[in-house]
């Protein structure tokens, strides 16, 4: 029987409507597919997350402390430079009616400052003097007040010596010191700038002719943190603060060990009047055939008595790292015999003392001199920095059995050596577990994927015995220590997922840092860093930006999360990690999205109760995976806030592609 024209399109047409049902039941099921599922279980929560698991460290590495953090804009101020004259350089070297003589008083005065120099000049000339560089430049700002300073004596007529702050040949300010004795005095004044410059000079002019010696010329901010008159740079301690962190390791690094044992870092050298400091070279000086820095040194200005102000004004607990009897492996290689690491274990000794004993002690009344009579309460201290084989093994030993029996609540950071895996690394491992250590400090310079890769890599650690002090990472964009490495958002975003795993194992991982924190524009060794300035400026790079969003938004317990039913993280792109806040009420869920595709998630909180319909949305994303921040354009990439509709225990979310979000839920 044949079907009418009617029926016959009819059919077709009930065909076709049967045909678009099934595709759209087809889309229904691949966004469903696509939509993921999260699961923070807040009725079980976890350990408790250590205050220090997001920290600082700092290396005087890039022009970190001098021409940095320490914000002297003189460089070698005292003349103690193996080549004294390196910073300084004659007003107008045709002039020769006058001279300029470097004197060491070493053989007649036992002390750290030995050098100074003489200027000297006939009654009628004008402008015989010196100029400093400063670091690369000196930087001042318009309008503001700089405190000059010298150390003074009269050999010869009635000199004055005028100051001038100079830019481009054109004085921007000037002041005069004058009045000197036969007599070594230290002599100030105030310098008013009126115009900025990142790369002025300063001028040192005879004036009224004769002769007059000279040592620890400065020029110093008023305006230092604090207000302190040897205070730190104000604008690079509000980065560092803003960052709340949990502990600041200091001074280093490779600077601890030195080149040699005879370069090392010596605590007792960086304490008490600054002429009293023993300036030595830095190790970065001549590590880089490609970044070589000839002038680079430690003049001690910020010593140790400095980093303990600073971790006590910024809320940090401090951990200084401290000399083993190794010089660097990378360089020398020196070791201090076993039988002379006595004075080494001494200074260990010491320092605690200087850190936490009471005024009517030695070391105690030291600190109590110098300002500050109320003990700063040290938990921690590391014994060498980064040093590895048997030779580390027994060093260690001999500090730890002394110092734990002297001062058993004391914990000690030892090293597993400069790299995360490997012979090495294993053997290290194997002995610090032996030794029963308290933190096992372990670095990591690698690739971003390897970040990403290694989000897990602290799960299956043991759950008992040394703790784990991820001392030094940095996602290297290039290669380690390349002089090309970026710090770009792809390297940012996958250091973001590997801290998701740090703190999902804050159990066992109690402490972490970037390294290293500082870098300056003109003058550094290596890269990537924390962050970067110039003379006058500064901002946070990317990381910098990350490591912000974890440690300000940092729970009190852990929560267990599960992606996709999994406790796997790193699934297909995201990254996970839970806490709960006890004090604000607050659970704080973090999620990294290092795909290119948005991911939609459908989020469930077991077990909340008391919560709120909204919560807020803290976001740090960019789809430049090359995007950096700069000193014209420091918040390129900074975090934003949008406000959460949680409507309860059970809530959808979309998380934007190549992002960190931190969502904040009110809970109980």
């Known amino acids: 029987m044949k079907l009418s024209h009617t029926n016959k399109a009819r059919r077709i047409s009930l065909i076709a409507l049967s045909l678009l049902l099934v595709l ?65 350089k004659p007003l107008d070297p045709r002039d020769t009616t006058g001279q300029l003589q470097i004197f060491d008083a070493g053989s007649i005065k036992d002390t750290p400052n030995s050098h100074y120099l003489r200027i000297k000049a006939p009654a009628g000339n004008k402008r015989f003097g010196i100029v400093n560089e400063g670091f690369r430049g000196i930087g001042v700002q318009q309008g503001t007040d700089y405190r000059f300073s010298v150390k003074a004596r009269r050999i010869d007529g009635s000199p004055a010596l005028r100051v001038e702050v100079v830019d481009g040949g054109r004085v921007i300010g000037e002041t005069q010191v004058s009045g000197f004795t036969n007599l070594w005095k230290t002599y100030t004044a105030a310098v008013r700038t009126n115009s900025t410059s990142n790369k002025a000079q300063l001028n040192l002019i005879l004036e009224g002719g004769g002769a007059v010696d000279v040592d620890l010329v400065s020029l110093y901010p008023k305006d230092t943190w604090q207000n302190r008159p040897n205070g730190l740079r104000t604008d690079l301690v509000k980065l560092l603060k803003e960052l709340k962190p949990g502990f600041l390791r200091f001074p280093g690094g490779c600077i601890v060990e030195g ?13 008490g009047d600054l002429d009293e400091r023993r300036l030595i070279i830095n190790r970065w000086n001549t590590e880089f055939n490609w970044r070589l820095t000839p002038d680079y040194f430690q003049s001690f200005g910020l010593g140790y008595y400095e980093y303990f102000l600073l971790s006590e004004d910024i809320g940090a607990e401090p951990l200084p790292i401290l000399n083993c009897g190794m010089a660097c492996q990378f360089n020398s290689s020196e070791l201090a015999p076993l039988e002379d690491l006595d004075h080494y274990i001494q200074d260990a000794i010491d320092l605690i003392e200087f850190a936490n004993a009471p005024v009517t002690t030695r070391w105690g009344r030291k600190r109590a001199e110098m300002g500050h009579p109320k003990p700063f309460n040290l938990k921690m201290i590391g014994i060498g920095n980064e040093q590895w084989g048997p030779q580390y093994v027994e060093r260690y030993e001999v500090f730890a ?90 390297c940012a975003l996958s250091e973001a997922a590997f801290i998701t795993g740090l703190e999902r194992n804050s159990d066992v991982v109690q402490m972490s840092s970037y390294a290293p924190l500082f870098g300056h524009v003109d003058a550094w060794q290596w890269t990537p860093n924390l962050i970067w300035f110039d003379n006058l400026r500064s901002y946070g790079t990317p990381n910098y930006q990350v490591q912000k969003m974890f440690s300000t938004n940092q729970g009190t317990r852990q929560l267990r999360v599960l992606l996709d039913g999994s406790t796997k993280n790193g699934v297909n792109d995201l990254y ?71 409507a309860g225990g059970e809530f959808d979310y979309t998380f934007m592609p190549h992002s960190m979000t931190v969502l904040r839920i009110p809970s109980r």
């Open 24 to 88: 759209a039941l087809l889309q229904v099921q691949v966004v469903f597919a696509q939509t993921r599922n999260i699961t923070v279980e807040v009725n079980k929560p976890g350990a408790r997350i250590p205050k220090t698991l997001f920290g600082l460290f700092f290396e005087d590495i890039n022009f970190g402390a001098d021409g940095g953090l320490y914000p002297e804009r003189v460089k070698n101020r005292s003349f103690e430079f193996p080549n004294p004259m390196m910073g300084w």
């Open 259 to 271: 080149r040699t044992l005879d370069q090392r870092y010596q605590w007792k050298t960086t304490i």
């Open 401 to 490: 059995k002394v110092l734990k029996q002297k001062y058993p609540n004391i914990a000690l950071v030892s090293s597993v050596g400069p790299a995360p895996d490997g012979e090495r690394f294993d053997y290290l491992w194997q002995q610090m577990r032996a030794l029963k250590a308290d933190l096992v400090d372990e670095h990591y310079y690698s690739a971003p994927k390897w970040f990403r890769e290694n989000a897990g890599r602290y799960d299956s650690y043991p759950r008992t015995g040394p703790k784990v002090f991820a001392g030094e990472y940095a996602a290297q964009s290039v290669g380690i220590a390349s002089p090309d490495n970026r710090n770009n958002w792809e």
């Open 576 to 646: 996970t990690s839970a806490s709960v806040d006890e004090q604000s009420g607050e659970l704080i869920l973090k999620v990294v999205n290092t795909g290119s595709s948005s991911s939609e998630v459908r989020i469930t909180l077991t077990g909340a109760t008391g919560g709120g319909k909204t919560g807020t949305a803290l976001i740090l994303q960019s789809s430049d995976l090359k995007a950096e921040n700069s000193l014209d354009h420091p918040t390129k990439i900074a975090s934003f806030v949008k406000q959460l509709r949680t």
